[in-house]
């Protein structure tokens, strides 16, 4: 009988101990792009050495389908980052927690209790208010200009932090500092993931997070304390740490019991504070860069805005879903600046087969998201912002279709994703209702720069700053 040899996916020629990682070191071209420069010539499926850890880059969408959908159980798995183990209570947040039972519990919590329609539908009085003091903050600037990346931010945590603890102050606006510069050490390229077993390079990076766990920490265990005492008073509106509150048992009594630790309850609002915060915020400043640099899809935005509230003559969410082209618009930001470029780093959990190439078990697979997403193949002048393109492709971003899948696909998909969405298009839908818009210093709108940052998150390198102007 003929002896089956392995066929990994192709890759380039590797150095001794730090294998391909020196391609990658690159300080003008960000990773995503490196990524995609490189699979362009070893293939859409290619195996890199990054230091000790075998990893997998995917940038196609069939390849995209066979890692989430026709073997997610196989791939959805998530390495062991060193962020997780420190920052997030020794894994125990949902978006980096191994596959197993305790992520299939805080899962099941996510979809069927935290994220549904109808909890997402209970914070519009949040976003409608939060919406209203950003568009009065903008009004009193008219005329001037305004820096617009950080208004977003500002808007984007002040609404998180309010669905999350019932409320905003300091001590939430200086977590979501710590979580946003906590993200950046999400993408598992980082030195100590890349060497799991160089402990000098764990004990450096731990040196890193301990100051950031403490600071969660004195942070959070009095709103936790505060939550449960009113708990018991029968408070009325629930927030989301009221909602991870129920599951919650230090000491549980029966083993086969699922419960939520206080630890493990810091873990999630970490995470959900971070990821919901950075990623809608970042896509609002994507696609007011976009409209900025494109006037003739600005211009068709606001009038439709315009002539849906014309009747109403003031912004809330009562006529969000007659927004169509700005659905397009907010589809084609997420397409061309998915604020999450390469997904979250799955692992393969088992031999697997994709395509003709054997994935041993504890290969690291990371999914260019972005390249797929301006891939020529699937995409007609795919660089181009063009929301047109959806009025005849009904292509969308929740994870059927592969070419566009800003918020991933499968069992790990982001359960976020409506309120994502929600916490976008209102503050979108009243700037281009309330004013037009100009560019400062006479930048032209086809010089905008659209530099990305580097991070888990890819918010814009630089603020975007702009000129509200009163419409007539
Ligand atoms: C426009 C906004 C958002 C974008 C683009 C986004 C994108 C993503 C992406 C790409 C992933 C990884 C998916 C994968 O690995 O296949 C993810 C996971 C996740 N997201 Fe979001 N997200 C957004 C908003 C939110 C919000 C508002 C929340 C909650 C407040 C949230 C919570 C999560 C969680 C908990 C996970 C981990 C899921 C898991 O591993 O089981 N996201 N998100």
Redesign the pocket.
Known sequence: MQKQTSKLPPGPPKLPLIGNLHLLSSKSTLLHRRLAELSKKYGRVMMLQLGQVPTIIVSSAEMAKEV?KTHDGVFCN?PELMVAKEVFYDCK?????PYGEY?RQV?KI?TLE??TMRRVESFRFIREEETRNFFKAIQKEVGCVVNLSKKFFVLACDV?SR??FGTKGEEQAALRVLTAGVTETCTGFCPADVYPSVKLLQTLSKGKFQKFTKESDRILDPIIADHLCKKKLGKEEED?IDVLLKHHQDHVQNPDDFSLSTSNIKG?IL???G???E??S??LEWAMSELLKNPRVMEKAQAEVRQVYQEKGVVDETKLHELKYLKFVIREA?RLH???PM????ESMERCQIFSYDIPPKTRVV?N?WAIARDPEYWHESEKFNPDRFEDNSIDFR?NNFEL?????????????T???A??ELPLATLLYHFDWKLPNGIQHEDLDMDESYGLTMRRKNNLFAIPVPIN
Do not use: H, K
């Not at 899948?405 to 994703?417: D, E, L, V, W």
């Open positions: 989430m998530r947040d949902i978006g980096l927690a992520w899962r996510s935290l994220f998180m669905a999350t989301l999630v995470e959900l504070l990821g919901g915060s990623n809608s970042a896509t997420l998915p604020p999450v997904l979250v780093p799955r999914i998201a994870g899948i800003p918020f991933g696909a499968g069992r790990r998909r982001c359960p976020g994703m309120l994502g969405i916490n976008v």
